[in-house]
């Protein structure tokens, strides 16, 4: 029970602490202020009652348009995070568009947070009426809760490291390849109620690392590791990292090509 509490809070909280991370780097390198703790405080309490909202009408969504609306719900939420992903990475090397950036983060956070803390609410609650474990689950919950601030604190500084170090906006590609993470899971939803067909994986990595392990958990939240993936996923994984880093970079291409051209 205390192993499948902390494995719980692993998987719904780890994206959460991650995307934080990610965002703090993000505000840092193009020299934004933080929100102040004001608008945290009121921003953590609206997360919270509409976690509870959505884990209360999950079962609700699972009927509508003949039993896929849970699907598509979180496929569309995952394809805006990827989204407003792209469009941080893109406006990364702008100075302007502060109240925009501020927005497209906190429309982000919001995102991750709400739908994580829906699912894990209900695996929660179903746990806790199961086992009846009070302090056991109230552990599993502490010693989850501390590894995921661990290692997002961990990878914090290793984003800090990477962008003074590296590459100055090293983060900001650590953000797209969460958003792609996202886009991936929008696919798996969209392969599950038939909108994309399933077809045979290309390989299978799980024998090196499982998806279930801590590390396979890692990667998944940060590079939307798949074991098996289809090819369907592959293309669109691909695609999905190269147009963005070529609208970013084609003004700088265009540029260059025309000043040597004059």
């Known amino acids: 029970m205390l192993i499948n509490t902390v494995l719980l809070f692993l998987n719904n909280a780890l ?3 991650i995307i934080t991370s990610l965002l703090l780097r993000y505000f840092a390198i193009n020299y934004l202020d933080i929100v102040n703790a004001k608008k945290v405080f009121i921003g953590v309490i609206l997360t919270v009652i509409m976690s509870v909202i959505l884990s209360s009408h999950l079962e609700n969504l699972s009927i509508i348009l003949d039993g896929k609306g849970t699907e598509f719900f979180l496929s569309f939420g995952a394809i805006i995070v990827y989204l407003s992903t792209v469009c941080l990475f893109i406006l990364s090397h702008k100075n302007d568009y502060t109240s925009v950036k501020k927005y497209l983060a906190m429309l982000i956070f919001f995102i991750i947070s709400v739908f994580n ?3 894990f609410i209900i695996y929660l609650v179903s746990y806790w009426t199961q086992a009846q474990q ?7 919950i502490t010693l989850g809760g501390g590894i995921c601030l661990s290692i997002s ?3 914090y500084f290793l984003l800090r490291y990477l962008d003074k170090k590296i590459y100055n906006h090293s983060s900001c590609y650590f953000l797209l390849f969460y958003g792609l ?3 991936m899971h929008a696919i798996m939803f969209l392969q599950q109620v038939d909108i994309f067909s399933s077809s045979q994986p290309i390989w299978d990595s799980a024998k090196f690392i499982a998806e279930d392990s801590g590390l396979g958990q890692l990667l998944t939240v940060l590079f939307g590791y798949e074991t098996t993936p289809s090819l369907l996923q592959l293309v669109s994984y691909i695609m999905a990292l190269i147009l963005p ?4 970079k084609l003004p700088y291409i265009s540029l260059s090509f025309y000043g040597r051209k004059s």
């Open 15 to 17: 994206p959460v602490f």
């Open 117 to 119: 803390g829906a699912h």
């Open 134 to 140: 009070d302090e056991t689950v109230l552990i599993g």
């Open 153 to 155: 604190i961990l990878f």
């Open 181 to 183: 993470g996202q886009l």
């Open 245 to 248: 880093v070529m609208l970013l």
